[in-house]
């Protein structure tokens, strides 16, 4: 007869291993439509609100990557085309890679700090400052 241990130790090799990985920082993805020659993203200001960014600079980066115009509004963003939403949250993913998480300790726990004509990213979790 096995021990308790044993049993135990046992049930605890059988169990899979954890396939979700939970993180506590996750990109919201886009939510938005086409209309007529127009795309309108809803949930823009969340987005940079969750990212701890300004709207405007988020919108800023994504104009440039997609090369396309857009302007703020009241109720969201509004492109001047069409865009998929797959490649806008390609853009937000690559914004985030490049302005919100840290290089060092990859935490997103940064602010965006203006010196002069430079703006650096500093970490507030393992003290980190570069520029960008």
Known sequence: MDTYEQMLDNAYEKLPKQSIETTRFEIPKVRGHIQGNNTIISN??????????????????????????????????????????????????????EFVLCRQCRKPDTKLQKEGNYTFVKCMACGSKYSV
């Open 44 to 97: 823009f200001y969340q987005i940079a609100d969750s990212l701890g960014r300004t709207p405007e600079h988020l919108l800023k980066f994504v104009l440039k990557e997609l090369a396309t115009p857009g302007e703020l509004k009241k109720s969201g963003v509004i492109f001047g085309t069409k865009v998929p939403a797959s490649r806008i949250n390609e853009k937000i993913e690559t914004y985030v890679e």
